[in-house]
């Protein structure tokens, strides 16, 4: 349990609001009245500069699969810091990497590297572009893809904002937001086969590509339905356009990732998070066909990329021992982990008289504060007062020890133990009280 001193993270956002606006450089982080500040990680569990230990049930947002100090991590690091931590050159770390990622995902043959998922679905936008000779892009309402212009179109429309249904709007996320962008990108609402195909038919001669990750967080971490993803590869074969499954997140839900288990054959695969061990990356996989557009051995390239830190060998070298971690044995524990925690819950709603329940599967799971059916982004956004109640979990639970995102999210890692969940539900036991007590 916290200490509930909070004196040097206070005193150190004094600190940072003098250089940072708002104090503050990951608006995911951000918290008032002043934020928290990370002193050290061991195993599940994060110290701040207050001597708080708190379980981190998130795990940098999905990033940290292995925790804090697992040993083959940190010893790949030492070894690679020691004789240099970036060259300007390759390094056979991003071959070993490649090679590793290629056996996983059937759909694999070829990757490249970036430093972040949001730079991995920018690459994968310009690479369909560039292959199709199209520029259309369809995406899912409410679907988070990072911070590129095109990706984030309708991210977090609402309902003064969004139109109907049938038709979806283009809605700019950051204000300043070219017009051009808005016409370019075709929003289809998850889930919804029947919508979602008259609007991609109505499009398909201008369509690039389709973007879709098969469980969308910030549209409610709802699995997509079989018959949708059927649909989207159906109509865009049909009309030449490409796949671009954004596996950034949701890698983590098998050995073969999450087109292992949805059964989802993509043109292009983005990955970032867990393939990196703690340090940035991002990638962008595919056919070889398609990743040609990348390819500067027979002159300058459909799509020239480079990037100082792209394929770090830090990065690399730390990836290949945080994959190599993830075996059939490491997915079963997180599965378990992952049920444990929804039986538990489950149980603590009703016990408490509060509406809820959970969504996700594997070790990836998002608590949401109301019964309503949810299959989309708008059913989500629409379920009551949800999203306010669980913001409000979210930081009853941080001062009872454990940390989970503000709308819900949560990610199991593996050196938590079922001791560890049980934890986690006494949290949730004593953050309940104080919300149903509201």
């Known amino acids: 349990m916290p200490n509930k001193t909070n004196t040097k993270s206070a005193e150190l956002y004094e600190r940072a609001k003098r250089v940072m606006p708002g104090g503050n450089t990951r608006t995911t ?5 002043h934020q928290f500040y990370a002193q050290r990680g061991d195993g599940c569990r994060i110290t701040d500069v207050d001597g708080n230990v708190r379980i981190d049930a998130v795990g940098n947002f999905t990033a940290l699969i292995h925790g804090y100090g697992n040993k083959r991590i940190l010893d790949a690091a030492r070894s690679q810091i020691e004789v240099g931590p970036c060259y300007g050159m390759s390094t056979e770390s991003e ?46 309402e409410g679907a988070y ?11 977090d429309a609402g309902p003064s904002t969004w139109g109907d249904i049938e038709k979806p709007k283009s809605v700019p996320t950051a204000k300043g937001t070219p017009q051009g962008v808005l016409d370019d990108i075709v929003v289809i609402p998850f889930n919804n086969v029947t919508v979602a195909e008259k609007i991609l038919r109505a499009e ?8 879709v990750d098969v469980m969308p967080n910030r549209a409610g971490l709802v699995p997509a339905r079989p018959d949708f993803l059927a649909m989207l590869r159906r109509v865009t ?7 671009i499954l954004d596996e950034v997140i949701t890698f983590r839900l098998g050995y073969n990732g999450a087109q292992g288990r949805f ?51 830090m990065s690399m070298m730390c990836g290949i021992a945080a994959v190599e971690e993830l075996t059939p044995e490491a997915f079963e524990k997180l599965e378990n982990l992952g049920h444990r925690f929804e039986h538990g819950v489950r149980q603590l709603f009703q016990m408490h008289g509060v509406d809820g329940q959970v969504t996700g599967i594997g070790s990836l799971r998002r608590v949401h504060m109301t019964n309503a059916p949810l299959s989309d982004y708008r059913s989500t956004f629409a379920a009551a007062e949800g999203p306010q109640r669980v913001a409000a979990l979210a930081r009853a639970l941080f001062d009872e020890g454990v940390m989970i995102a503000g709308n819900g999210l949560m990610a199991f890692s593996t050196p938590m133990r079922k001791d560890d969940i049980d934890e986690i539900l006494s949290g949730f036991d004593r953050a309940l009280k104080t919300v149903a007590a509201h």
């Open 29 to 33: 982080v951000f918290r008032t009245p």
């Open 95 to 140: 071959i070993r990497l490649s090679e590793l990622l290629c056996e996983r995902l059937p759909s694999v043959e070829q990757l490249r590297y970036t430093n972040s998922g949001t730079e991995a679905v920018m690459n994968a936008i310009k690479a369909a572009r560039a292959y199709t000779g199209r520029s259309k892009i369809a995406k899912c």
């Open 145 to 155: 893809h990072g911070t590129y212009d095109p990706a984030e179109v309708s991210q």
């Open 204 to 211: 398909g001669h201008a369509l690039a590509a389709v973007l």
């Open 237 to 243: 074969r049909e009309f030449g356009a490409l796949l």
């Open 263 to 313: 059964d989802a054959d993509p043109d292009f695969t983005t990955l970032g998070k867990v393939i990196g061990g703690g340090f940035p990356i991002g990638a962008i996989g595919g056919r070889a066909e398609v990743m040609s557009v990348f390819d500067p051995s027979k002159g300058a390239p459909a799509v020239p990329h480079g990037g100082t830190f792209s394929a770090n060998p």
